[in-house]
Structures are given as structure tokens and as C-alpha cells.
């Protein structure tokens, strides 16, 4: 049974691929920050037959995310699959936003995703195999006011992925960026997002834990480098 580590697993776009994963029979490994939530699911798809291994783990402390890989892989064994689905957004001008805002969005939608291939690569190129998946945003080729900081993150996380997939595409590990559009989820309930965005117009989770199984689902010999899945709507 192949296995999925998934990043930012309680809620949104990660838990939705949780299940989906899950229904084509994965054994998964949940990453997320400690919360009633990430208990809540692991139960749930347990109780539904699935394998899960889940770890309580904030990706904003950079000390903390090698041993919570650890422990996951331990549990579960080297993913064939890892998807770095965490993240958050900041809404405001670059002016005047806080350096420490700066910081812990770097380190949640760059950092940690560097910090997370770092921990699983080893394994995977002794293994002579894997798929990473990078969950990044149409942001990252365009420039929207008061959305500067969080398309700064999503470029350098799409180059991060290219860059990935050149240096490990001879160790056999293939690397693909899912670039969603506006996506229906908590993002935007969080403190540090105001937007007045249709919300009902945006793609929903399921729409996304889709995409990431169809990614998943490519054979060794071949990878879908950038998938993009917008709205009919467009950028919102």
C-alpha cells in the first residue's frame, strides 16, 4: 500500500485530500499543527478502515519540522507521495508590513517546504523513487495590491519546485506544483486576510484533493510539471 505524507492536514485543501487519498487506498501521514481538528480527521478515516499516522507539528518552527518528519516516517514508512500543503496569506502593502510578519511567511510557504524535502530525500533517492507535490498559487505570476508578501512566497516556492525537479530528476524523484486559483477555505477567515472576494466563486477543496490524486496517480515515467486549476470565474 503506498503511502502519502501530507503537510497542513487538519482543515481546507489538506484534509480534503486526506480523504481522497485515503478512498484510493494510501496509507496516510498527517502533518499539522496541534489542534482538535488533525485528531478529529485521523479517527474519522481510521474508524473508515484507512491507516493513519498523524503528528501534531507547527510548521513555523523551523527546529521542530525534521523530527516531526521523522517520527511520520518511522510510523509509516518512506512516502511514495509527500504533499506540502501548508501555507497562509498576509493582506496588506509591503510598506508597512512587519518584519516579523515577513519572516513567518517565508519560513510557513518557502521555508518549511525546503525544510520538509530536506527530511524525506535521503530516503527517497535510496529508494530510487517519489513524487513531491507542491500546492502553490497563480499568485505567483502575478502582481496584486495588498497581496505582495504572499506572491513573493508563491514565486519562490514556483522556483523551488523547478530547481527540485532538475537536481532529483536523476535520483529518480519527480517533482510537480499544483497552481490553484482562489480556493474556498479557513485561508480566509484568518486574521491576517481581509478580502472581500466572492467566495462562492472560488474552487473547492474536493476540486483540489482531485488534482492532487490525478498528479499522484501519473506513472513513474512520467509528470504533470505544473498543473493549474483556476475558476471559471478567473482570478478573483
Not at 54 to 79: K, Q, R, V, W
Not at 98 to 113: D, H, I, K, M, S
Amino acid at each position: 500500500m503506498p503511502s502519502v505524507l501530507i503537510t497542513g492536514a487538519s482543515r481546507g485543501i489538506g484534509a480534503a485530500a486526506a480523504r481522497a487519498f485515503a478512498g484510493a487506498d494510501y496509507t496516510l501521514l498527517l502533518l499539522a499543527r496541534p489542534s482538535g481538528d488533525l485528531t478529529a480527521l485521523a479517527e474519522e478515516l481510521t474508524a473508515k478502515g484507512a491507516t493513519v499516522h498523524h503528528h501534531g507539528t507547527d510548521l513555523t518552527d523551523p527546529m521542530a519540522i525534521e523530527p516531526a518528519i521523522h517520527t511520520l516516517c518511522n510510523l509509516g514508512g518512506t512516502p511514495e507521495v509527500v504533499i506540502n500543503n501548508a501555507g497562509a496569506a498576509y493582506t496588506g502593502d509591503l510598506a508597512s508590513m512587519p518584519l516579523e510578519r515577513w519572516q513567518w511567511l517565508l519560513q510557513l510557504n518557502v521555508t518549511a517546504v525546503f525544510q520538509v524535502c530536506q527530511a524525506v530525500l535521503p530516503a527517497m533517492r535510496a529508494r530510487g523513487s517519489g513524487l513531491i507535490i507542491n500546492v502553490g498559487s497563480h499568485a505567483a505570476h502575478q502582481a496584486f495590491p495588498d497581496w505582495g508578501a504572499y506572491c513573493v512566497t508563491k514565486a519562490a516556492l514556483h522556483s523551488f519546485s523547478r530547481c527540485l525537479a532538475a537536481e532529483e530528476r536523476n535520483h529518480g524523484i519527480r517533482v510537480s506544483t499544483l497552481t490553484l486559483g482562489a480556493v474556498n477555505t479557513p485561508l480566509w477567515d484568518t486574521e491576517t486576510v481581509s478580502s472581500s472576494f466572492d467566495r462562492r466563486a472560488m474552487l473547492n477543496v474536493d476540486q483540489a484533493a482531485e488534482a492532487l490524486l490525478y498528479l499522484a496517480r501519473q506513472p513513474d515515467h512520467q509528470v504533470v510539471e505544473d498543473l493549474t486549476l483556476m475558476p471559471a470565474a478567473g482570478a478573483l
